[in-house]
């Protein structure tokens, strides 16, 4: 059964049978308004849309959006199977309405899993200021979670499967959502998601079976996941292994120390302070400058001046130390006002990527452009570094090389040899990167995890605890043989071996020590940052060990 449709001089419509007996209730619905407008009311719509309708230049309303969707592909693709496109339509709708419901059902579970507010175990006491970290064995397909050092909470997961599996290495929560679905799989649900890596790995709710089943990501039960979603934070530290890892408390005279507030409590400088006269304001102030961070230099000279004027009163001694106080209490509300996220420090070995950073640096000081200094051999620094070449009669390649190094250094002056590297970062952002020295450098490192707990604003120091993982890859270095010998004995490396060897100057010391907040974690590793999944801003330094 089919019918034709003209439209004549845009306001009258003629329809004309093609078979006998053709309903004219099916027409009955038809208004022709102006524009060459067809109107179908909605007990008609579907009528319309069960005939083969040929027309050109037509446009269909009808009050109902699906039969105007419907007819609309048929009166403007007339040439497309029909029944097919009806069929497709009707399972995206099928499918539309699934998804609706799954859904539904997926925030019908995280609220009840947010209704249950006591644990399942009984957790030891623990103060909730404390730094949580992560730590997943994959091998174990279990994941124990530490507060301050102390384990509070374990659970079964379930990771990637053959063909998708789970990276292993050191990562962070980078965000955060209840009701998250996969942009990759499908839409599926990804309740109490907990993102490590922007390439799609997460921690979130799903079946966890007794095996690897997932795509990738780390799945736990609902119960566990909803509360493991309410003590974290953004930028907390999960660290992913195929073995075993142990946390255990630490203690090493090169450890950070928090520094901040340190030099206003000092009993020297207070005793310099109290006394009103202006030679001991001096050298308290020249002490002070030694020692101090940065970021409250300008508040320890109002102190000076302060203790200055009050020399020149009646009551010296009451006046200064009625100004240590005050000033005290200023640096104390600067400290507490002061960036308080976790600060992520990164120790290792210089690779090529450091040292075509070098390069490019040396390059920009001589006058060679070459952009800002990233550790990528691009168009720019090869040009740089043809024309440099070129000017020293060396061979014009335009690479990096040791004696290319070497000719650069001699150049500029300013650049001295080290075997290591400092990175910091902090709220997801690089603050700074300085070499260091790390001894006996064709050795290899490990990799290895230490955590600053929790302190006080006027604390001058504070527990640390290390994790070492193993590496089932030999270390991701230039400065010697990638083998299995070299593997075992970066395996045999212990945390506090690791921290032996590392050499940092006083200078870079005060200033990270200033920086320093409850949580802040430092990296000793042979691998380095993996540039695939740390971007210079969104991550912490996120370190594979395969």
């Known amino acids: 059964m089919s019918v034709s449709m003209e439209i004549l001089d845009g306001d009258a419509l003629t329809c004309r049978e093609t078979e006998p007996g ?45 039969a105007a969707d419907w007819l609309k592909d048929l009166f403007e693709t007339p040439s497309r199977n029909t029944k097919a496109r009806v069929k497709k339509k009707r399972r995206q709708e099928q ?74 290495g050191i990562f962070s929560i980078l965000q955060k959502n209840r009701y998250h679905y996969s942009n990759i799989y499908n839409n599926a649900p990804m309740p109490f998601m907990q993102r490590l890596t922007w390439s799609g790995v997460a921690l ?68 310099a302070a109290t006394r009103g006269t202006n030679q001991s304001a001096e050298a308290a102030s020249e002490a002070d400058e030694a020692n101090a961070a940065p970021l409250f230099q300008g508040t320890q000279k109002r102190l000076v001046a302060t203790v200055d004027t009050a020399a020149d009163t009646a009551e010296p001694l009451l006046n200064a130390e009625t ?43 001589l006058g060679y452009e070459n952009g800002t200094p990233d550790g990528k051999l691009g168009r720019l620094t090869r040009i740089g570094i043809k024309k440099f070449q070129k000017l020293k009669g060396l061979p014009v390649t335009g690479t990096e090389s040791e004696e290319l190094w070497r000719q650069l250094n001699s150049a500029t002056g300013i650049w001295r040899y080290s075997t290591g590297h400092l990175y910091v970062r902090q709220g ?42 193993k590496q089932t890859r030999p270390p991701r270095s230039s400065d010697h043989i990638n083998d299995q010998e070299t593997l075992a004995k970066a395996n045999a490396v212990t945390a506090l071996q690791a921290l032996e060897r590392v050499e940092i100057s006083d200078r870079l010391r005060r200033r990270i020590e200033a920086m320093l907040t409850p949580g802040s974690s430092l990296i000793i590793s042979d691998n380095g940052i993996d540039t695939r999944e740390t971007t210079p801003q969104g991550t912490d330094f996120i370190v594979r060990t395969w």
């Open 95 to 168: 499918l539309r309405r699934q998804r609706k419901k799954q859904q539904a059902q997926t925030k019908r579970k995280v609220k009840k899993v947010l209704a249950q507010s006591a644990p399942a175990n009984s957790a030891p006491l623990v103060d909730e200021n404390e730094p949580v970290q992560i730590v997943i064995s994959l091998s174990q397909q279990r994941m124990t979670v530490y507060k301050g050092g102390i384990q509070i909470e374990t659970s079964k997961v379930s990771s990637g499967k053959a063909g998708h599996t789970t990276p292993s």
């Open 323 to 365: 100004a240590v106080a005050k000033i005290r209490r200023e640096k104390v509300h600067t400290y507490e006002g002061r960036d308080d996220r976790p600060v992520r420090i990164l120790i290792t070995r210089r690779t090529k990527r450091e040292r075509i950073i070098d390069i490019q640096a040396m390059l920009n000081t």
């Open 428 to 469: 997801f952002k690089d603050v700074f990167d300085e070499p260091v020295t790390i001894n006996h450098p064709n050795k290899p490192l490990g990799t290895h995890v230490y955590m600053a707990l929790n302190f006080k604003a006027e604390a001058t120091s504070t527990r640390w605890t290390a994790a070492t993982l």
């Open 204 to 271: 979130h709710a799903g079946r966890v079976p007794n095996y690897p089943a997932s795509h990738g990501c780390i799945r736990l039960p609902h119960s566990f996941a909803g509360k493991l979603f309410g003590i974290t934070d953004r930028g907390g530290q999960v660290i992913v292994t195929r073995g075993e890892v142990k946390v255990e408390e630490i203690k090493h005279a090169k450890l950070f120390q928090p520094a901040v507030l340190a030099t206003i409590f000092d009993p020297k400088y207070l005793t």
């Open 22 to 66: 053709f309903p004219q209730a099916m027409i009955s619905g038809l208004q022709m308004v102006k524009n060459n407008i067809l109107r179908i009311s909605a007990s008609h719509a579907f009528g319309w849309a069960a005939c083969a309708v040929i027309s050109t230049g037509l446009v269909v309303q009808a009050p109902q959006p699906a």
